[in-house]
């Protein structure tokens, strides 16, 4: 299958074109373009898998070239990665604005390239069976909020949000309601520590998933072309098709996305503290089991090493009374070595009493471990449970409400 595999590399570097072919002829078919013209060409002409395209050429450039391969039909769904020497954000930037599905900063190593291609192979064959279901889709389906009312719709989709049990639940919901909106999205999720992301069309791109994890910590907006990201601490948001053509539109949008966003954040870190509440109760309730299981085990060695040596100083005690007799002793002696080893055999029964006591309060503590987890238990139990009883059952996509 890897030989069927078309990669066209679009550079007017000769030197370029050697690694590349070094880089990838062994797995994969491999054509070289040296100008924008010849490489568009060659794309409409080949149909390659994944097109390689240098951004610094003479002539038209790489930025150029992909926006005329992603307006022809011919070559629209084809990924194109960029090869730069310059790495910066707003380069990275302006490929995601033209089309580009991922960027490698020259120069890159064979296995990094390969490494890409096969991401990219992967991403290309979701996308296609993907869009096959959305099509299909689109047929059955329409996911609508037609009310009066902004502000009701809104209200609807922080009311039900606050009944979601999941944090990919709360993504589901909320990306239905920007496709009700006519907006394709995509979010950045921090479950944790972790994050986690979801788009309204199945399939994120490496570069899309790049910029949403860059742009995290910069300003509450940033606005690219038709593109805007949002950012709260737990969630971001990236529209893609902000229709910079309606202004009223546009700005309507983007005092609608914070007022969804607030709530939104402050659920998801609620649900974050309560999934870590969780986690440390579980962790401690097998902290206390395992603390009990150890010291029932050091109980039972400390009974049965007391009853060890009770039962050897005992042997011990009545071996001598046997054969004190027979050594020659006076009274007096044999009486200080018997006196001597009865005492030992007194201390040792007071360690004994003693493991016994020490083995009482480590019972009453692991009782009162017990008891804290348990409770702790119970106020989870009952905070779900008086959330979940102040809101109805939420539908299944967001509906129309009304508010007067």
Do not use: W
Request: aromatic share 6%; proline share 3%.
């Amino acid at each position: 299958m890897a030989e069927q595999i078309k990669i066209l590399a679009i550079d007017d570097d000769n030197i370029s074109h050697k690694f590349i072919h070094r880089a990838l002829d062994e797995q994969f078919e491999t054509t070289s373009a040296y100008n924008g013209e010849q490489g568009i060409a060659f794309a409409m002409r080949d149909q390659p898998n994944i097109i390689l395209l240098d951004v610094e050429m003479p002539g038209l450039t790489g930025y150029e070239v992909c926006e005329k391969l992603k307006q022809l039909p011919e070559t629209k769904s084809i990924p194109v990665v960029f090869l730069s020497g310059r790495s910066s954000m707003q380069e990275r930037m302006q490929g995601f604005d033209v089309g580009a599905d991922d960027y490698l900063t020259k120069p890159f190593e064979s296995a990094n390239l390969v490494a890409k291609i096969n991401v990219l192979l992967r991403y290309d064959d979701q996308q296609k069976s993907l869009l096959k279901e959305v099509e299909a889709a689109k047929n059955t389906a329409h996911i609508a909020m037609t009310g009066s009312s902004e502000l009701g719709q809104i209200i609807q989709l922080i009311e039900q949000s606050y009944i979601l049990k999941s944090i990919e639940e709360l993504a589901d919901y909320t990306l239905k309601y920007t496709e009700s909106l006519g907006l394709h999205c995509s979010l950045l999720i921090k479950k944790r520590e972790e994050y986690s992301h979801f788009t309204s069309t199945g399939t994120i791109s490496p570069l899309e998933l790049e910029l949403l994890k860059k742009l995290r910590n910069n300003n509450r907006f940033n606005d690219f072309s038709c593109r805007t990201q949002i950012n709260f601490p737990n969630i971001s948001i990236l529209i893609k098709n902000m229709p910079i053509e309606d202004r009223e539109k546009y700005g309507r949008i983007k005092d609608l996305m914070p007022a969804i966003l607030g709530p939104l954040d402050s659920k998801i870190r609620a649900q974050n503290v309560e999934d870590t509440i969780k986690s440390h109760a579980i962790a401690l309730n097998s902290s206390f089991q395992n603390i009990k299981e150890a010291i029932q085990m050091l109980n039972y060695s400390l009974r049965e090493n007391s009853k060890s040596s009770h039962q050897i100083l005992r042997e011990m005690l009545d071996g001598l009374s046997l054969s004190l007799p027979g050594m020659g002793l006076e009274s007096d002696q044999e009486e200080y070595i018997l006196d001597c080893i009865e005492t030992a055999i007194s201390k040792s029964n007071e360690n004994n009493n003693a493991n016994e006591d020490l083995t009482t309060s480590f019972t009453m503590l692991i009782s009162q471990l017990e008891k804290l987890v348990e409770e702790q238990y119970e106020l989870l139990s009952d905070s779900q449970s008086a959330t979940q009883s102040k809101n109805e059952e939420p539908s299944s996509t967001p509906g129309n409400v009304e508010l007067f």
